[in-house]
Every structure is written in structure tokens, then in C-alpha cells.
């Protein structure tokens, strides 16, 4: 068998495959430890709509400052969008402290 064409069909079987592969789609959603009811509400609808589409969601609480005192209202804040959200996915990584970021994955439902 030539090279060349043992290479060609290589690439050919490599690209069929990868035309197949699923790419998994990350949409983020920021959270202050201080947000409003309605602010909270709206972005809420936004995570819904992400998760019904099928991309993951990645939520997280940025601490400004001195807000970092706040650590528990943020994983409270988080842990409230994760029950909400649960008929639509479930919560792949639970809230977890990260320098200034506190952040959930929530993965969409099949």
C-alpha cells in the first residue's frame, strides 16, 4: 500500500470523525453577593433559556473588594439558582471558592 494514500485515508477517517464529535457550548452567567431580586429574576430566565438549548451553564458570584466577606450569601445565591434550576439540569460542580470567583456548573438535561 502507498504511503500517500494510507496518509489521505487517515485525514479522511480523522475528519469524518470529528464532523461527528458533539462540541459542548459553556454559556457563564455573573452573580454580585448583593444582586436584587428582579436583577436575580432576569438572569435566571437567561440560565433557563441556555440550559433548554442544551449548553452547559456556569454561574458564578464575583467578590469585589471587601464584598468577600459575603462568601456565604454568594453560595446561599447559588444554591438557591441550582434548586430553581433543577427541572432544567442538574448541578455538575457544586459552588466552590475560587480566589474572587465562587463557581457552580449546572449541566442541561437530555
Known amino acids: 500500500m502507498d504511503y ?4 489521505y485515508e487517515q485525514k479522511k477517517r480523522d475528519k ?3 464532523s461527528k464529535a458533539t462540541k459542548v457550548i459553556i454559556k457563564e452567567i455573573r452573580f454580585g453577593p448583593n444582586t436584587d431580586e428582579h436583577d436575580y429574576e432576569f438572569k435566571k430566565k437567561h440560565a433557563v433559556k441556555f440550559l433548554s ?3 452547559k451553564l456556569k454561574a458564578y458570584v464575583f467578590f469585589k473588594g471587601r464584598s468577600i466577606i459575603y462568601k456565604d450569601q ?3 445565591l ?3 439558582l441550582a434548586q430553581e434550576l433543577e ?3 442538574k448541578v455538575e460542580q ?3 471558592l475560587e480566589g474572587k470567583r465562587m463557581i457552580m456548573f449546572i449541566a442541561p438535561k437530555k
Request: charged fraction near 30%.
Open 78 to 80: 447559588l444554591l438557591r
Open 16 to 18: 469524518v470523525l470529528k
Open 4 to 7: 500517500k494514500k494510507f496518509l
Open 87 to 89: 427541572e432544567y439540569g
Open 94 to 96: 457544586m459552588p466552590k
Open 53 to 55: 438549548e442544551g449548553a
Open 74 to 76: 454568594g453560595q446561599i
